[in-house]
T-cell receptor, first 115, second 115 residues
Framework: NAGVTQTPKFQVLKTGQSMTLQCAQD?????MSWYRQDPGMGLRLIHY???????DQGEVPNGYNVSRSTTEDFPLRLLSAAPSQTSVYFC??????????????FGSGTRLTVV | AQKITQTQPGMFVQEKEAVTLDCTYD???????LFWYKQPSSGEMIFLIY??????QNATEGRYSLNFQKARKSANLVISASQLGDSAMYFC????????????FGQGTRLTINP
């Protein structure tokens, strides 16, 4: 019962470097999303996907790229890391719903520091 | 656009007392869902309770209940008989139950239970 798996758990990047945060789920959930959590600001939606091949922007998409080639995986790419992207990143997944609470399953988070 | 407001940055409560965490929301959607999550110091996001906009009764899950007042657009979390392990950040979140089904979070309330 792996649920949502995020890797890595910790990462330090230099400004300008690129990297990919991995997110995988084994629950056959259609909906996947990425959030960043900064102190005092709650979780903010970066990008989300309602199914394989379909992605869309959330509240704070700039500087990030996503793709969804399979139902299981939803990687988040930082194109050119900036100190402002220092944050904790969460991936979450959910079944597609019709007004029913299937809830969201969150990964354990990735703590990213950009120096 | 959806918005969640949590006006209590921090709360301090004596053990065994009941506590109410405030949450107000704004949306033009007719069908939506309201969630509460707990985030302990370890960082994971733990689902507590869900209320659908068409649910006529307030949701309850063990010691947690959601005081849903639709006309006032409020969805307060009530924790009865608080325990030391309840000390954590608590987030209120809202999802539109149609369309993109994005989950939007409030800023959170840090609850501290004193012995």
């Amino acid at each position: 019962n792996a649920g949502v798996t995020q890797t890595p758990k910790f990462q330090v990047l230099k400004t300008g470097q690129s990297m990919t945060l991995q997110c995988a789920q084994d629950m056959n959930h259609e909906y996947m999303s990425w959030y960043r959590q900064d102190p005092g600001m709650g979780l903010r939606l970066i990008h989300y996907s309602v199914g394989a091949g379909i992605t869309d922007q959330g509240e704070v998409p700039n500087g990030y790229n996503v793709s969804r080639s399979t139902t299981e995986d939803f990687p988040l790419r930082l194109l050119s890391a900036a100190p402002s992207q220092t944050s904790v990143y969460f991936c979450a997944s959910s079944r597609s719903l019709q007004g029913i609470n299937y809830g969201y399953t969150f990964g354990s988070g990735t703590r990213l520091t950009v120096v | 656009a959806q918005k969640i407001t949590q006006t209590q940055p921090g709360m301090f409560v004596q053990e065994k007392e009941a506590v109410t965490l405030d949450c107000t929301y704004d949306t033009s959607d007719q069908s939506y869902g309201l969630f509460w999550y707990k985030q302990p110091s370890s960082g994971e996001m733990i689902f507590l309770i869900y209320q659908g906009s068409y649910d006529e009764q307030n949701a309850t899950e063990g010691r947690y209940s959601l005081n849903f007042q639709k006309a006032r657009k409020s969805a307060n979390l009530v924790i009865s008989a608080s325990q030391l392990g309840d000390s954590a950040m608590y987030f209120c979140a809202m999802r539109d139950n149609q369309g993109a089904q994005k989950l939007v979070f409030g800023q959170g309330t840090r609850l501290t239970i004193n012995p």
